[in-house]
């Protein structure tokens, strides 16, 4: 010990180096001991783990001197693994190509995935579940051609071979390690108690470093991992060192063993004694049952007792005690000890590549497989450990080669079935099923967590994965004494969940374990069965479907004698899970379709199949039941049974072996003992009587007509369903898809799920596979999602071909395969609609019949249901009911009546005489038809039957027998002839018959007297009697009535009518088709049959039913006059709605409208003289608004700064999806005025900064209205209501928020209408003559004169209120620019702004400019008129101080002042720096209201001029200073010229001079411009640049007019919308003069000598001592052009965005966001819900809204592919706008099939952000409560 501490004071690196070179010595004996002396104290288990020390010595130690990074990439470059084997752990984004895979489990991480080429494969993107590892490389697993480029180079063979000192020192350290790590473990674990879940994770956590410091070597390559396998499987070192450690003294796991239990001996050399952790003892003995026993007790309070089992079945050797030999069988017992912490697994995924490793661990893993199920079911996080289990066998398991070399070696099968049934019986109860005191049969009790939790799932997973392997599966059938064992396990899941029916309480208590049953079948039964079959497809394989039957049968037979069953169901009872039978039929199936096994071969005797058709029978009847709602007491869950049971995922696992079997029954029962059976289970026996009256014993008369129509319709799809008894798959998988489409359009996804497949994916019809996509191209149109104005999204849907409703349509299997029973209804309204459409049907047709696919010959027998005297009796009876209108008769029963004698017809035995049965059977039980065969039965007459009926009946015979002799003696000729019909009795005597037939096999037959009374339930009320009918009637004749009866028309039929039919029309229609074509299939079937319908059609038929005619004649007179009548009623109510509805829309939805209407606008220009009236909304008055009570539009105000993202380049911005590209903010509107309003309030004067500029670029109040209106008293009641109804629908009432009363549009204030009168038109629009002069005076004055101060009234306060309302709609900080935050300046600026931004918006809509014209595409809903009252009422009330009104300046030449005292004072702003539409606004709305047209013409033409001056000084800063110099001079000389004022050249030529005087502007930056401008200036292109600077103005100005004063817009081209605006605002003459170059200085109109005022205003620019000349520059080169708002462009294809950011760590908290977002408005990403990034309890999502859109925000979710709106305080799910190649999003990414981007979708969502119609258009808003 002495040189280890010597060691240990030294330099660890040295100290490293030092001992490697001990090593490598020839003797290495001294290095060796100095090591081990040295580790045994680093590695001291006793020093706590938390301590890294020893960490750092084994990292030194291991890399030999060297730092241990080098040492990583040293091992690394000699890696020469060929596999990735990355592992992930759960929510990692992988991928899964079922092109490449030969295992369905296959999966790519990212890398390998898009390193790989995978066009136009079949793959997905997922979200791994458990976790998982890249099977790149690994050709056991998927095809070579699917390798990435990485590991199809097989990198292994070039890389040089590894030095043998590099890894010396890992080879000695890290066996001393692992046995550290290992030791921790056994010190930490303490045997399970209350406090031990904590501890557990304590342990863990301290050894996070060690365990990681592992992970870090496996990642180091093949040749770390080589050494690391060399360690953990090498038993000598096992040995060696857990032999010293106990000599060391310290405890091993067997002597704290044996301390904690003393009767476990275990073997004292090196294996730790793993078995007494197990806490069992040996399997079997007393002490654990008893144990086990109490615990039981103790758990199930109030549940069925449980059963325990012998303990035969458990094979001792599997459930015995583990001896580990090795470090690698000790690490595994721990992990699985610890429950599989993460850490643990990864690393022992980490080293598969190795493939020694892989072989080892595998068998090390199914040899603690009984240890892993017992873990499992005491652990309380079995979730998390189910999914780490499986992520490890998942990778053991897929692997062909790898699972059959376990199976021979270490028998796996044995173990996996032992485990599944050691784990069943721990929860196993009697089955009360049939007769419940002396049942021995066993059930799974599915209420038990075990089931509940689906805790078995990850056993019975690696169990259908080694199925798939052909060779472990012939392994699995060959082995007789495993199948056997198979069977006893699935028989515990026969019958479970057996359902009560309740018959007088409603259940209390409605479990729903019918959710464990259904997935238990389905994952334990069903696919294990689905995966043996696929391994049973040839003639070869018949053996083992053979041995498979065999075994079936007998496990049934044990089934049937321990629940006691003879030969009928318990009633009332009834269990979905028949898993024996469906086993039975399955194998059945395959056997006769695909091995050439001849059916009857593999069949039971007679009694047994009675048997076995009971059950599945039985639930027939009882899906019935539950429609019929006679189990409505047991609750909601059973309807949920019964749905589940035909569900796409269960039904070829379900309902389809139970009908398969019961059609195999049925083809070699007796037909008359099959059909009675039915009828007798339907419980619809004593309905078919031909008396008018019965009594029922068993139903109420409401449930008789749904049992018999399911009695019926069961009939029809055992005998003509052919999924297992001859179609192809193609042909199976064909009229699935049909009868999918047929009940809705469906999208390629959903049709997808609801298509049953074989369960397990490597068999049948895979998703995807090309049989799949050709088929529904066959049968299906695709619809290209569309878009509904109303904002609803479509998907792309497939829809089914014209002839597939022709000709393929089977209601039959839609019937079978609709969960709910709505879906059969729309599918034949989807049918009778196609039929009027192509105008084959008009009526309302019935369900088409459809010709079936031939039947195998081995089931030719099932054709003997529907020749056989029984059913031929039904038939005749109901025929025979439904004429004569008996009640609970329905359409659907004669439909499905007519398709069975339409099949009969359709499917002829082939006689064979010999068979017939000998004359003497037919006595005794029916004369009522001469054979069997339904042809000749046909027009078989019956004159009398004998039937029961209730005394009360009307047959009931009330006179005496007649008198004469003659009559008497026919009459008892009739009695001898009546025929009696009783099933039940029928049923009872075949019974017997072949029981007897089995047990004596003697040649004469036993036959019991059957009575002919049917067995009366005693105490029933009337007593019945026997009553003699007389009928006189066939088949045929009751078809021939029924037709007349259905067309209402006597001689319906006219004898000669068979020649004239004409078959091809009798395909779709009514009943009277399917009657006509029956007569015509069964005439040209038989020449008897055509006679016969010729004589019938022949006697011209009295009227029909014998009944009272006159009542019922007057009352369908009555019906028809009330119908008539009602008719002409509703007639007129439609039209009154219809005209109503009419108005309606114009007043309200109008969105376009067209011109011809747009005198109706509010303000329109008619005269008109009287009061605007008003209608409320609420109270339906109408009416003037008044100053005590004002009328109110409903409006919507919302913040938007959708103008301040506009940019000057017309393309939209590109969403970065690299780090290079980037996203900058400066070039927007909004950062473009910020700048400016800042560069001004440098240099100016505040107050006049704040009125030369506008702001609400960000943060606008944008106002719009539905155009409703209401009193405002009506409206404070309406939110009154609305506060105290408390289902709120997605807004707050609290803030204002309702839904417009009458068209539910979202609104947040009401903007009060001025009272008074119209737009006076008359004085205020005639054309003025007076001179400018005049009206500049005019205009002067009217500013002067003060605003009079509005008086006290209800209005006013309303007035303000709404002020308050505008301002509160936005936040502080897009309202203060000032200096001083609440000075009156500040309020006036964003008074104006908001008319601004409104009229700016609204150009926005109109696409930018006014060419369209028209009155505005929201005339009917515009509120500008109001809004402009409103703000002029309250501007109103700050003058503008008269000196420094611009007014002024704009009109008059004013002497410049001298400077008194106020130098230290800021000038105002220059004039040439303001913006001219902002003074326009203040102008309007500073005036008295309502302003005269004249004065705003003239306020228009002053600023026009100021406008244009701007124009020319922006034009001729970008001049070189020669051509400066040029203009200059040809100006000069035009200057005398008359026309000089309205010249631009001379104006032009003035601003430069005058602008290069005293301080001048051009002295900047002489050099840049001559570079820039390479091109000259020429008059047309200055012209066209002086207009493209004016328009901007002319536009507002011209929309303002047409709000203030009704003026219509005009249409012009783009090129003329200079002249036409120009033209609009009288700037010009109205008649248009030829187009002249100089016409937008033509447009000019001075009040002053226009030289004098461009000289003033050019001064106070080269005035301005303290600007920089380049400032000043700036400040005269606006940029007024703005392109339209856009949203960022997107890339096509979704996964470029996703790879990209879905790792991108967020730049705030500089973690991967859970759920990251992107901004589609600038980009930004950011953390949703992310705690990480919140700020004052706001979610950065909603801060992002509010910073970027005001409130209003767009995120797409990458995770997900939606988008949601984030609006104020809710937010909405708006829909996707990537979506896959069949036109469906992929919400979640669940799906994960690649997205391309759906431009149409993103146009939308664009417009709606532009026009701000969310609230609108998305109906669907929650609050978000700030946490996005």
């Known amino acids: 010990m002495m040189a280890a501490s010597l060691l240990l004071r030294r330099d660890k690196k040295a100290t490293a180096a030092h001992l490697k070179a001990d090593l490598n010595r020839a003797d290495n004996s001294s290095g060796v001991r100095q090591l081990q002396e040295l580790l045994d104290v680093v590695l001291n288990p006793e020093t706590p783990a938390a301590d890294t020390e020893a960490l750092d010595w084994c990292k030194c130690l291991i890399a030999g001197g060297e730092g241990f ?380 967590a075990l089931l509940k939790n689906n805790t078995y799932w990850p056993l019975v997973s690696d169990f259908i994965n080694i199925l798939s392997h052909q060779s472990v599966a012939k392994k699995f059938l060959e082995d007789h004494s495993l199948l056997m064992l198979w069977m006893s396990f699935v028989s515990f899941f026969q019958g479970m969940n057996l359902n009560k029916r309740e018959l007088n309480e409603h259940v209390e208590f409605e479990s729903q374990t019918y959710y464990a049953a259904f997935a238990a079948e389905l994952e334990a039964c069903a696919q294990p069965m689905w995966g043996l079959l696929t391994h049973c497809k040839v003639k070869e394989t018949q053996e083992y479907s053979k041995t498979v039957v065999r075994y079936c049968l007998e496990t049934l037979q044990i089934w049937f004698d321990a629940i006691g069953f003879i030969d009928e169901p318990a009633p009332n009872q009834v269990t979905f899970h028949l898993p024996l039978h469906r086993y039975y039929a399955m194998f059945l199936s395959k056997a006769v379709k695909c091995q050439g096994l001849d059916l009857d071969s593999l069949l039971p005797d007679q009694e047994m199949l009675m048997k076995i058709m009971v059950h599945p029978l039985q639930i027939q009847a009882s899906l019935s039941e539950i429609h019929s709602n006679m189990w409505v007491r047991n609750g909601l869950q059973i309807k949920g049974q019964a749905m589940t049971y035909v569900q796409s995922h269960f039904c070829n696992s379900m309902i389809d072996p139970d009908i398969y079997l019961l059609q195999v029954c049925a083809s070699r029962l007796d037909p008359d003992y099959f059909i009675s059976s039915v009828f007798e289970r339907f419980k619809v026996v004593d309905l078919l009587t031909m008396a008018s009256q019965h009594q029922n014993a068993v139903l109420d008369s409401e449930q008789e007509r749904p049992m018999l129509e399911g009695a019926l319709t069961f009939l029809v799809i055992l005998t003509s369903l052919r999924v297992h008894l001859g179609m192809t798959d193609d042909e199976i998988l064909r009229s699935e898809m049909v009868s999918q489409l047929c009940m809705n359009d469906r999208t390629h996804s959903a049709l997808l799920d609801l298509i049953p497949e074989n369960p397990n994916p490597k068999s049948g019809i895979v998703p995807g596979s090309c049989s799949f996509e050709e088929v529904l191209s066959a049968v299906a149109d695709f619809k290209a999602p569309v878009f509904e104005p109303g904002g609803s999204m479509q998907q792309g849907m497939y829809t089914p071909k014209a002839e597939v409703w022709e000709k393929e349509f089977d209601p039959i299997m839609v019937v079978l395969r609709t969960v709910y029973r709505r879906d059969v209804q729309s599918a034949m309204d989807r049918y009778s609609a196609f039929l009027k459409q192509s105008g084959i049907h008009t009526g309302n047709p019935w369900p088409p019949y459809k010709e079936r696919t031939a039947l195998h010959p081995c089931y030719k027998g099932l054709i003997k249901l529907l020749h056989c005297k029984t059913l031929h009796i039904v038939i005749f009876t109901l025929l025979y009911k439904i004429w004569m209108d008996h009640q609970n008769m329905s359409e659907h029963v004669l439909c499905m009546v007519l398709y069975l004698i339409e099949l009969g017809l359709d499917n002829q035995v082939q006689d064979n005489k010999e068979d017939e049965e000998p004359c003497i059977e037919e006595h005794c039980h029916d004369s009522w038809f001469p054979g069997t065969n339904l042809l000749s039965n046909l027009h078989h007459v019956i004159n009398f039957v004998r039937v029961r009926v209730p005394e009360t009946a009307p047959e009931v015979k009330r006179e005496a027998p007649p008198s004469t002799s003659n009559e008497a003696s026919s009459y008892g000729q009739n009695l001898r002839e009546a025929q009696v019909f009783s099933l039940v009795a029928e049923r009872r005597r075949k019974f017997q018959e072949i029981i007897n037939r089995s047990n004596t096999e003697a040649t004469q037959v036993v036959r019991p ?20 009918l007389e009928i006189r009637e066939s088949m045929l004749s009751l078809l021939i009535k029924l037709h007349q009866k259905l067309s209402s028309k006597h001689n319906s039929l006219s004898p000669s009518w068979l020649e004239e039919m004409d078959m091809s029309r009798h395909t779709h229609g009514d009943g009277i088709t399917a009657i006509e074509r029956i007569l015509t299939k069964a005439a040209t079937r038989s020449c008897q049959i055509k006679r016969s319908i010729q004589d019938i059609c022949g006697k011209v038929s009295p009227p029909v039913p014998p009944k009272k005619n006159n009542p019922t004649d007057k009352k369908t007179m009555d019906k028809e006059e009330r119908r008539q009548r009602a008719r002409e009623r509703q007639q007129k109510l439609l039209a009154e709605f219809a005209s109503r509805q009419k108005s309606f829309m114009e007043t309200a939805m109008d969105v376009e409208s067209p011109e011809t209407e747009a005198a109706m606008d509010l303000g329109a220009s008619e005269v008109m003289e009287s009061e605007v009236l008003y209608d409320c909304v609420i109270c339906g008055q109408s009416g003037p608004s008044t100053e005590d009570r004002p009328t109110g539009l409903v409006v919507l105000l919302q913040a938007s700064s959708v103008l301040g993202h506009r940019c000057q380049s017309k393309e939209a911005k590109k969403l970065p999806t690299s780090d290079e590209e980037h996203i900058y903010a400066a070039d927007t509107c909004g950062v473009a005025h910020d700048v400016r309003l800042t560069l001004m309030q440098r240099f100016f004067k505040d107050s006049s900064c704040l009125q030369s500029v506008s702001i609400g670029w960000d943060g606008g109040v944008y106002v719009q209205t539905c155009g409703h209106t209401l009193h405002i008293d009506c409206h404070k009641s309406y939110m009154e209501s609305l506060r105290n109804d408390q289902v709120l629908q997605g807004f707050s009432v609290d803030k204002g928020e309702f839904t417009c009363p009458l068209c539910r549009q979202f609104a947040n204030s009401v903007l009060p209408c001025r009272p008074g009168r119209g737009t006076e038109a008359g004085a205020w629009h005639t054309p003025t003559n007076k001179k400018t002069l005049v009206l500049v005076k005019e205009v002067e004055d009217l500013q002067e004169r003060l605003g009079p101060f509005p008086t006290e009234s209800n209005f006013s306060k309303e007035m303000e209120l709404v002020i308050k309302d505008i301002k509160n709609t936005t936040q502080k900080k897009y309202m203060d620019y000032g200096k001083n935050p609440n000075s009156p300046d500040n309020d006036f600026l964003f008074m104006y702004s908001v008319a601004r931004t409104n009229l700016e918006l609204e150009l926005v809509q109109r696409g930018g400019n006014l060419c369209s014209g028209g009155a505005s595409a929201s005339a009917k809903r515009s509120c500008l008129n109001q809004l402009f009252h409103v703000l002029a009422m309250h501007m109103r009330l700050y003058s503008i101080d008269s000196a420094y009104n611009p007014w002024t300046k704009l009109t008059q030449v004013t002497q410049i002042r001298e400077a008194d005292g106020f130098e230290e004072e800021r000038p105002e702003v220059p004039m040439l720096f303001r913006d001219v539409a902002s003074l326009l606004i203040i102008f309007v709305l500073t005036m008295p209201q309502p302003l005269r047209k004249e004065h705003f013409t003239c306020v228009v033409k002053m600023l026009y001029n100021l406008q244009f001056t701007q124009a020319l000084a922006a034009v001729s800063t970008k001049f070189t200073p020669e051509e400066r110099q040029a203009w200059i001079t040809s100006g000069t000389l035009k200057k005398n010229v008359g026309n000089a004022e309205t010249s631009f050249e001379v104006l032009l030529s003035h601003v430069i001079s005058e602008l290069s005087k005293n301080k001048s502007v051009y002295t900047v930056n002489t050099e840049e411009t001559s570079m820039l401008s390479s091109t000259v200036w020429s008059p047309q292109s200055i012209e066209f640049s002086l207009q493209q600077f004016c328009l901007p103005f002319l536009r507002l100005s011209c929309l303002l007019q047409h709000h203030l004063y009704g003026d219509d817009l005009t249409t012009c081209l783009e090129e003329e919308e200079f002249t036409s605006l120009a033209v609009c605002l009288e700037l010009l003459p109205s008649a248009p003069q030829p187009y002249s170059i100089e016409h937008s200085a033509s447009c000019l109109r001075w009040a002053v000598s226009a030289f004098g005022l461009v000289t003033q205003w050019c001064a106070e620019v080269t005035g301005l001592s303290q600007m920089q000349a380049e400032q000043s520059l700036n400040m005269l080169v606006q940029e007024p052009q703005w392109t339209a708002p856009r949203l960022l462009k997107l890339p096509d294809n979704y996964n470029i965005i996703f790879q990209y950011y879905h790792r991108k760590a967020c730049t705030a908290c500089k973690k991967v966001p859970k759920d990251p977002a992107l901004c589609l408005v600038c980009g930004a990403f950011v953390c949703l819900k992310g705690v990480c990034c919140k700020q004052q309890g706001i979610c950065e999502c909603v801060l992002h809204s509010q910073h970027c859109g005001a409130a209003t925000g767009i995120f797409l979710l990458i995770n997900a592919s939606v988008i949601i709106i984030i609006r104020g305080h809710r937010f909405c799910l708006w829909g996707s706008v990537y979506l896959d190649a069949h036109g469906e999003e992929d919400r979640d990414l669940r799906r994960g099939k690649p997205l391309f981007l759906c431009e149409e979708r993103y146009r939308v969502l664009e417009q709606q952000w532009g026009s701000h119609t969310f609230d609108h258009i998305n109906k669907r808003w929650g609050p978000h409560y700030n946490g996005l």
Not at 389 to 394: A, D, E, F, K, P
Not at 1016 to 1028: A, D, K, R, W
């Open 1009 to 1028: 007297k059957s009575s002919s009374t049917r067995w009366v339930p005693p105490g029933t009320p009337p007593q019945l009697v026997t009553e003699i």
């Open 69 to 448: 990074e080098e040492f990583c990439k040293t091992v690394r470059s000699y890696d020469n693994a060929t596999l990735c084997g990355l592992v992930w752990t759960a929510n990692f984004v992988a991928y899964r190509c079922r092109t490449c895979g030969i295992s369905p489990c296959m999966s790519l991480c990212a890398e390998c995935f898009n390193n790989g080429d995978h066009t136009g494969h079949d793959f997905n993107m997922f979200r791994s579940q458990a976790g998982g590892a890249c099977d790149c490389g690994d050709g056991n697993v998927m095809r070579e051609s699917g390798f990435c480029r990485r590991h199809r180079l097989r990198t292994g063979e070039n890389v040089p071979s590894i030095p043998r000192d590099l890894l010396l020192m890992s080879e000695m350290v890290l066996p001393h390690f692992i046995l550290c790590i290992i030791q921790y473990l056994r010190d930490g674990y303490i045997e399970a108690d209350a406090s031990t879940e904590r501890d557990l994770q304590k342990v863990l956590q301290q050894l996070e470093p060690q365990i990681s410091f592992l992970e870090e070597l496996t990642k180091m390559g093949g040749a770390m991992r080589t050494v690391l396998t060399k360690i953990l499987t090498n038993q000598q070192t096992f040995k060696e060192l857990s032999m010293a450690l106990q000599n060391s003294g310290l405890v091993s796991v067997e002597e704290k063993a044996q301390g904690a239990t003393a009767d476990v001996t275990v073997g004292a050399e090196g294996g730790a004694g793993a078995m007494v952790l197990l806490g069992t003892t040996a399997p079997g003995s007393p002490d654990e049952s008893s144990k086990e026993e109490d615990q039981d007790a103790g758990q199930s309070v109030g549940q069925r007792k449980r059963v325990k089992l012998s303990s035969s079945t458990k094979d001792p050797c599997i459930i015995e005690s583990l001896k580990h030999k090795c470090f690698l069988e000790e690490l595994l017992f721990w992990t699985i000890k610890y429950e599989f912490p993460q850490k643990m697994v990864t690393f022992l995924l980490n080293m598969l590549p190795d493939q020694d490793y892989k072989i080892t661990f595998t068998k090390t893993f199914v040899q603690h497989y009984a240890f892993i199920m017992k873990t499992l079911m005491k652990s309380h996080e079995s979730d998390t450990m189910s999914n780490r289990i499986v992520h490890i066998s998942v990778q053991l398991f897929s692997n062909e080669e790898l699972a059959r070399h376990v199976t021979e070696e270490c028998q796996l099968l044995d173990i996996m079935v032992t485990v599944l049934l050691y784990m069943m019986e721990s929860c196993l109860i009697k089955s009360e099923l049939q007769d419940e005191e002396n049942s021995r049969h066993v059930v799974v009790n599915c209420s038990e």
